[in-house]
Every structure is written in C-alpha cells, then in structure tokens.
C-alpha cells in the first residue's frame, strides 16, 4: 500500500473506500475500491478532507482489508448465519431464519484480543428473526498481515464455529393451571391467552390447557396424562409461591420429574421452577406473570424452543441481568434484561 497525493494519483487503483458523511444526514461511500482515479476526483476528494489515498499495490505478506473482513465473516459463521459483501471494509453477518443467536463468548473475545481485529455480536443467547443482523467485522488498517489473519481464522472456527443460530422447533404445549379458586370457578383463569402468545413466536402449538385445583397429586397426574399425550414442553401457572395452598412445586416433585431448580435470580419471576420428565422442559410459571410484561420464562424459552438443556448453572448465571427496570415503554429484546448472562 503506497500513500500518494491526490493531484499525483490521476490515473491510478484506489486501494480502499472512502467515505462520505453528511453530518445529521447520511454516511455512504464515496469511492470504491479500485476505481481509477480521474482528475474530475480530485477536487471531491479535498471537499472530503483527502489529500493523500493509499494505492494498493499487492503483498504476499498483507491482506487487503475486504479480503480480511470476508475471512473473518466467512470463518465465524456457522449454521444459520449468512454474510454481506464487503462494504467500506466492513462485513456484516445476518440470520437465515427465526431462531436462537448461539456466540462463542471465550473465543470471541481472544479474537477480539488480536491487534486490529474487530468482531461485535448481539447478546449471546436472544432470539434473531430471519434477515437480522447479529454480527459485524472488519481490521482496523487498510491491509494486515496475513500471519495475523490466520491466527483469527483458527479463533473464529475452533472448537465451535464462533456465531450460529439454533432455529427453534414448535413444540406441542400444554398448560396445567392449578388453583382451587379457579377450578372452582371462583375466579377467572388469566393465564391461558398469555402463554398462548409467549409460545407464538416460537412456533409452539397449543395442545390445550387443563385446570385442576391445589392437590400435589392431581397435578403430578396431569403432568403424566401430557406426557402420554405427546406433549414436548409442560407450563404449570400458579400455585408457585410460599403459601399453604400452593401445590405446584410438590406436584411436580411428586410426577417424578428431575428438578433443576426451584427459585431463579430474576425479579420478576424469582419463583420460577425448572425440571424435566427425560427431554420434556417442566416449567412452574408464578403468578408474576400475569402482570409483569417479561419474566423468567420470556428469558427462557427461546433456549426450551432452541432445544437446549437449561442447568443450574445456567440459572445461576441469569442473575447478571436478571433485573428487569420495568420500562414504561418495553423494548425486549432490545435491551440489558437477561443479557450477559448465558454460558
């Protein structure tokens, strides 16, 4: 890469993009890698602040800044990520389609540890659509060495491919709503219509819900009446707090299933419980729920739909982040709850 004067360099290969920012306005490219340079540039060209370019001139031993972003792009992406062209020396990588955006934070941040390299990702384990962004790269100079480059390949590929997406199977939901009040029919079930729209976005289909009153018991029975019914993950609302009633985390318990925990460091949601019947996600859902917009289970089920195993460990984790601020205006995903959180 040779640096050159602008009115000197009519005639020759621009070796890098040049951009334009109109304050308030736009930012886009002016001049693209390897236009020729005319002498109608030249005066643009001052107009942005350029009075010398870089001309490229090839070395065996760089690797112009295009080429470095594509490697970095194309050896990070894993199932479900796809890759722009080059733009301004920048690569952005994108979901294919709906699902759970999976980083490999140990390695992304040796890579990031590499002089020169950049690699920024959306929060590890939230849910992406199709055509969203999720990631961007680039170097930092025009040209790096391609010793350099090589050492961030084997980063952005080894053990794991560094940013995927898990898409997210739909799974057969039932509902086990516990509560003599509402099986009595003293008071009216509230829950039904909302898990059925925290399970949309997923794909979840809705295999009905079942209503039975505070006996340990009958609700270990009707979570073994799903099972043989097919279903793939199990709600059970109410019934999740300290009080004498309350019989959900026994019934559970007494069903058999594997307890991962019963309390999770999130507010809201802290009395949330977690177990499995062999693959089949068990989710006791507290009354919380019903008012608060997100909770733990928002944190949780786009892994159970992703497929994933939830240990405690994983739990454990959420309690950086765990604290939702109660925004007037929601904006989840876009925001810090449940962020930074997933191993």
Partial sequence: MRKVAVDQAIGLTLGHDITRIIPGKKKNRAFKRGHIIAAED???????????????????????EDDAALLLASSAAGAGIAY????????????QYDGLLRVQLAQLQKLNSLEHVIFS???????????????????????????????????????WPLVSVKPFQ?????????????????IRDGFGKIIRKKIAPFGGRWMGQIIVPDISELIAAEIHNALAEGAQLILLTGGMSVDADDATPQGIRVSGAEVVSYGVPVLPGSQFMLAYQGHVAICGIPGGALFSRKTTLDLLLPRIFAGERIEKADLAALAHGGLCEGCQVCNYPQCPFGKNSCL
């Fill in 170 to 186: 739909p799974l057969w939901v039932t509902v086990i709503t516990t509560g003599s009040e509402v099986n009595s029919g003293r």
């Fill in 84 to 95: 722009t062209r080059p733009n301004q020396g920048r690569v952005d990588l994108i979901a």
């Fill in 42 to 64: 030249v005066n643009l060209l001052r107009d942005l602040g350029k009075e010398h370019v870089l001309i490229w001139e090839p070395d065996d031993d760089l690797m112009h």
């Fill in 121 to 159: 990702t959306l929060h590890n384990c939230r849910s992406v659509v199709k055509g969203q962004y999720v990631a961007g790269t680039r170097v930092v100079p025009v040209a790096v060495e391609q010793e350099l480059m090589e050492k961030a390949k084997r980063l952005c590929r080894a053990p």
